[in-house]
């Protein structure tokens, strides 16, 4: 079943085209990630699903969430989602257990029932020690999983997440994509926006590109890198001893890529790298297997961090 159908959708603002022409499904009980960098348009076409912001009219494109078109059914949406927004947006002034005893309110649960699931949240989140803290108290990762909880008070069909982890350290992020992992296990549909090429490729059943509004590439993870890009890449940063290397000499079976301040040597096979490493006179270098960076990078000409 197709929880989420969006089919040639734009948006633009004045001039700037935040989103062009996009088309996706999203499938009942699995994870789908929008990933692109800053700019891309994530999270506009976010906006646009559960109704925070309208679509451009003039193309006739539909976006459908639950069968609901957001445009005129907002609050329906909402009532089946649940949204997790790039900002901690958390009453400052009230502690954990009242913010969201407070948003409970918006489902209308009953006192009871919303005890119950908050107490049901912080224990899944890891958040129970600080029931009684005031948000100023929470770590920033402590924030993230505690309006985690609050999106899912009212049991949502549909979880949607801008940036989840943005900001958090390693160790934060990994929890909050194994309680994501949970979460799908469970039957929760997930959509969420990332420029974390590692968290699309841990958690993410389908992953679309994006840049500059526009579809680049669709698939799952490891079909993206296998049938997008070679294997292993060897990195050089660019210095006057290496800035001459070229195409011209090298190893068939070796693609060579400028971006960034930096030499990327691509190859099936690591000993085709090896041999280019006997040329680089002591050059500083690392190899490594390639991740879906290096897809976006083959497919749009710049790293995900260059500026738009």
């Not at 954990?96 to 948003?103: D, E, G, R």
């Not at 490493?277 to 879906?292: F, K, M, N, P």
Request: proline share 3%.
């Amino acid at each position: 079943m197709k929880i989420i159908s969006v089919h040639n959708i734009s948006k633009a603002f004045g001039k700037v085209h935040a989103v062009r022409d996009l088309s996706f499904e999203v499938e009942e009980g699995t994870c789908f990630g929008l990933l692109g960098p800053n700019g891309a348009g994530k999270t506009t076409m976010m906006k646009m699903i559960y109704g925070r912001s309208s679509r451009d009219t003039h193309d006739g494109g539909t976006i459908r969430v639950f069968g609901y078109d957001p445009a005129c059914d907002e609050l329906a949406i909402k009532y089946l989602s649940g949204v997790v927004p790039q900002e901690n947006n958390l009453d400052d002034e009230l502690d954990v257990i009242q913010n969201l005893m407070i948003y409970s309110k918006f489902y209308g649960l009953s006192g009871s029932v919303a005890r119950g699931r908050i107490k049901t949240l912080l224990d899944f989140l890891e958040l129970s020690e600080k029931a009684q803290a005031r948000i100023r108290e929470l770590s920033g990762g402590m924030q993230r999983r505690l309006v985690i909880a609050r999106a899912l008070l009212n049991n949502p069909r549909l979880l949607i997440l801008d940036e989840p982890t943005t900001g958090l350290d390693p160790q934060v992020r990994h929890l909050i994509w194994d309680k994501l992992r949970q979460l799908r296990a469970q039957g929760t549909t997930i959509l969420l926006t990332t420029h974390y090429m590692e968290e699309a490729f841990q958690i993410c059943d389908t992953v679309l590109i994006m840049d500059k509004g526009r579809r680049v590439l669709e698939d799952d993870p490891r079909s993206l890198l296998r049938e997008n890009i070679e294997a292993y890449v060897l990195e050089v940063p660019i210095t006057n001893g290496t800035s001459t290397i070229g195409e011209a000499g090298l190893p068939a079976g070796v693609r060579l890529d400028r971006s960034d301040g930096t030499l990327r040597f691509y190859a099936e096979q690591i000993d085709l790298l090896k041999g280019v490493v006997e040329r680089l006179s002591g050059s500083q270098y690392y190899i490594r297997q390639s991740t879906l960076e290096d897809v976006f990078l083959k497919a749009t000409g710049r790293a995900i961090n260059e500026k738009q």
